[in-house]
Structures are given as C-alpha cells and as structure tokens.
C-alpha cells in the first residue's frame, strides 16, 4: 500500500513545488567496471531509474495528489538521461529538467551536489526537495545531504515512512543505526526516503502519452555560470579521486554427496563439522 496520511492541510496561498532528484543508473547486476580508469563502463548495461529515486518520486506524487503540488523531475547526466525524465513524467511527475554537459562528466559527491544545487537556486520556488536515500552504482548516501548543505535548508535523511503533512512542516519517522526517530522538518526542506517509504506506482497510459510529448527542458553548464564557478564543475571540481576498482572474485560454495550407508555418511559428517570447527563438543 502506498503511504497514508494520518491528516492534511494546505495553504491557499499558492501552490506548492515539489523538487525530485533522480538519477539514470546502469543495470547493476549486468554492468562492468573499468578498472584502469576506475570507472564504471556505463556502455556495458541497461539504464534504469536509480530504484530508491523511485521511492522518492513515488513520496512526492502522494504528497501532490493530496496538495495539488507541482512535482519537477530533476537529474543529472549525459543526453539519454532524458528517457529517465520522461518515465518520471509517464508516472506523475509535471516536469522534467535534464542537466547535461561534457563539463560535468567525472563529478564526484561534491561536484555533483553543486550541480544540483545551482539548478535548485535557478528554479528558484521550492518547497520540498526528495531524493532517494543513495544510488545503486555509488552508494555514498552523501548527495541529499550535501545539497541541503549548499542550500542551508534543514534536511532529514533515511525516511522510511511520512506521517503527516501540514501547511507549514512535514512529519517523517527516520530510521538511524536501527533506532527509529520521528521527526518534524519545516520547509524548506530537503528528504532521503529509503524503500520502506512506499511502493513506486507504474506508468498508465495516460501519463505515458503526456511523457512522449512533454518538452524535457535542457541546461549545461552556461545556464549555470552565473550560480556556479566553472571550476567547481566535473573532475575540476572534484576532490575525490578513484585510483583503483577491484571487484572480488565470486564464491563457490563446496559441496559433498555421501553415497555410503546412512550411519557411515553421520560419522563422515559428524568428522567434517569437527574439523571445520561447527561442533566444538564431542557428540
């Protein structure tokens, strides 16, 4: 079931934007890694919608169908990143913004969370910003954040269930080192959701025929100049350097059939648990 509202008021004053972060991810369990570069060969696999942008986006829809809130789709990435804005669309969203330049190639944490933040400052209006908890292809968990961070808006990370939902703040329950917190943010406000927040709806056809022909707007990094410096844009701007990937060499668990009499095959096994240390006690 998709989150419930315990219970909900809104302003009249206006209507209220709702800013989601997602972010086009290769298949994981298909892509492969560039270890010279230290990258991942994102030629090598399927794209896909980040899964727990999902989530986020899927937190924003409900919020909007109860509000009448404008969602904005927003993501970062090369040209084909719009088929990601356009899925968005074809499941609720109202707009798509797609920031794309051969500047931005190579950001880490930190660049990337500029980016979004200065296409965030151009926007201008926001009320709510909603991002998945991490992606699957860096799992840093530290974009959300650090965007907050830029933007000195409070932010409330690892959301796993919204509560309530008012004119003038939200109530979400954070899950933290297995400790379950209720929260209230005011807004501005940005959330991390984790899976556990709802279940992502899928496209209908309707929505699916506003997607092919919605108008996915485009900015590089001249759209930006005038918010962020040019130096703090893709590997310039990125402190982090990936020296080495190494990806361990899978497992085979080892097997053994006993064939021999049925006390005969106790006795072996009761020998092999002794001496892989399972049985400490004689038996």
Known sequence: MREAFASLHFHQGGKMTIIVLIKQVPDMEKVKFDREKGRIDRSSAGTEINPFDLNALEAALVIAEKTGAKVVAVSMGPPQAEESLREAIARGADEGILLSDAKFGGSD???????????????????LIIAGIQTVDGDTGQVGPEVAGILNIP???????????????????SNVWEGQYLKRGKYPLLMTVTKDVNVPRLPNFKNKMKARKAEITKWDSSHLIDIIDESRLGVK????????????????????????????????????????????KEV
């Open 109 to 127: 944490v930190k660049a990337t969370s500029g980016i979004l933040s200065a296409a965030i400052k151009k926007i201008g209006s926001y009320d």
């Open 237 to 280: 701007g990125s402190p982090t350097k990936v020296k080495k990937i190494e990806v361990p060499a899978q497992s085979q668990r080892e097997g053994r059939i006993f064939k021999d009499s049925g006390s005969e095959a106790v006795l072996e096994m009761l020998d092999v648990f002794k001496k892989s240390r399972v049985l400490n």
């Open 155 to 173: 932010h409330i990370s690892n959301v796993e269930s919204i509560k309530d939902f008012t004119e003038e703040s939200i109530d979400a329950v």
